[in-house]
């Protein structure tokens, strides 16, 4: 298993501002992903976290909203630039181990309210 | 493209019957299959995992799931249902090809006492 801390877990921002999330994890790992919880929904995959090179996008999310940091294999952050209510959300961190054993590691989840 | 798909937003049973909350799943190749649960303000949760080998899956807290490839389908089912078991439940799925799952739209499960 890994263990995943994620902070804030929780925070109510202002419109117009950004917010940075942060994932520590207790092993390296080598796939590390964002992820969206917007309520009463499903999970959305925001981007795949790379170290050392830019984050993959899915479509739909763009860097200058959503600008990941990889700095190595145990860290990221991920932030919510110029917030609207719409952005509210929770935002996941989410590890998968290699191997034959793929289950995917989530940390506790940030719950975003833009007023 | 990978889909799963959960026809349920909810499901009520009560505490101490049986329950059954539902999963079918579109992959390419073999399917790496697996179930979450997201308790209120938390993370979500590992519950079990179908890769290879026996059908019946059993998990975490006395949950299992079947692995059915006619019917595409991992239905998770526990044999008597806790108050405590009420959460909202993700089934996943990804490719062989793929480490990145693709998750349904979620199940609320309610029991009652």
């Known amino acids: 298993s890994a263990v995943i801390s994620q902070k804030p877990s929780r925070d109510i921002c202002q419109r117009g501002t950004s917010l940075t999330i942060q994932c520590q994890v207790d092993?390296?790992?080598?796939?590390m992903f964002w992820y969206r919880q917007q309520p009463g929904q499903s999970l959305t995959l925001i981007a795949t976290a790379n170290q050392g090179s830019e984050a993959t996008y899915e479509s739909g999310f763009v860097i200058d909203k959503f600008p990941i940091s990889r700095p190595n294999l145990t860290f990221s952050t991920l932030t919510v630039s110029n917030m609207s209510p719409e952005d509210s959300s929770i935002y996941l961190c989410s590890v998968v181990r290699e191997g034959v054993n793929r289950e995917a590691f989530f940390g506790q989840g940030t719950r975003l309210t833009v007023v | 493209a990978q889909s799963v798909a959960q026809p349920e937003d909810q499901v009520n049973v009560a505490e101490g019957n049986p329950l059954t909350v539902k999963c079918t799943y579109s992959?390419?190749?073999?399917?790496?299959l697996f179930w979450y649960v997201q308790y209120p303000n938390r993370g979500l949760q590992f519950l079990l995992k179908?890769?290879?080998?026996?059908?019946l899956v059993k998990g975490s807290y006395g949950f299992e799931a079947e692995f059915n490839k006619s019917q595409t389908s991992f239905h998770l089912k526990k044999p008597s249902a806790l108050v405590s078991d009420s959460a909202l439940y993700f089934c996943a799925a990804a490719s062989g090809g793929s480490y990145i799952p693709t998750f349904g739209r979620g199940t609320s499960l309610i029991v009652h006492p």
């Open positions: 092993s390296q790992v080598t796939m």
């Open positions: 179908y890769i290879t080998g026996d059908n």
């Open positions: 992959v390419s190749g073999n399917p790496y």
